[in-house]
């Protein structure tokens, strides 16, 4: 298997763009946990899906932010309109239910200008 | 509030030492506890997990202890070789049919040949 995949690894974009991250996570895992990592705040859930079916996403910063899980092999978190304040690291990372190890994928960096 | 909080944001130590990297907590509902370990420019690797009902798990060079009533952790690295220099993230869980993790910042541990 090849992992988690996330694309694109860099993004950069201006300020009030749709940014939209894309995450495969591995097959046969069934959970699904979006991260944003900034120097402030280190790693943050923002949003966790179990079987396709968003489960937590009180870590959603405000409505700007979306995530869909339309199948099990794939993912989206959009941002629009963007903000500079967005600039971070966002992860992605999957798991079959019953273990903690999360695999994650190598990250999105988006720097928002 | 951080409820999972790593106070050394960096650490050194020579080749074939001991690395010890700590952790604290403050939520009492965690009982489930994980160190990843994360190089530049990839996703967080699982590193070895402990749960509650245990006070230590050794895997190879790494050990990791738990102390409920201090709520404290520790990830002890023997003998500490250069490609231990990695960030290094404690994660804790409250269980259950939550499987999401918080994490703490991070300590950067560079091991110096």
């Known amino acids: 298997d090849a992992g988690v995949i996330q694309s694109p690894r860099h993004e950069v974009t201006e300020m009030g763009q749709e940014v939209t991250l894309r995450c495969k996570p591995i097959?046969?895992?069934?959970?699904l946990f979006w991260y944003r990592q900034t120097m402030m705040r280190g790693l943050e859930l923002l949003i966790y899906?179990?079987?396709?079916?968003?489960?937590?996403d009180s870590g959603m910063p405000e409505d700007r932010f979306s995530a869909k899980m339309p199948n099990a092999s794939f993912s989206t978190l959009k941002i629009q309109p963007s903000e500079p304040r967005d600039s971070a690291v966002y992860f992605c990372a999957s798991i079959l239910t019953g273990d903690y190890g999360y695999t994650f994928g190598s990250g999105t960096r988006l720097t928002v200008v | 509030d951080q409820q999972v909080k790593q106070n050394s944001p960096s650490l050194s130590v020579q080749e074939g030492r001991i690395s010890i990297l700590n952790c604290d907590y403050t939520n009492s509902m965690f009982d489930y506890f994980l160190w990843y370990k994360k190089y530049p420019a990839e996703g967080p690797t699982f590193l070895i997990s402990i749960s509650s009902i245990k006070d230590k798990n050794e895997d190879g060079r790494f050990t990791v202890f738990l102390n409920k009533s201090a709520k404290h952790l520790s990830l002890h690295i023997v003998p500490s070789q250069p490609g231990d220099s990695a960030v290094y993230f404690c994660a804790a869980s409250a269980g259950g049919s939550n499987y999401k993790l918080t994490f703490g910042k991070g300590t950067l541990l560079t091991v110096n040949p």
């Open positions: 097959s046969g895992h069934n959970s």
């Open positions: 899906f179990n079987n396709n079916v968003p489960i937590d």
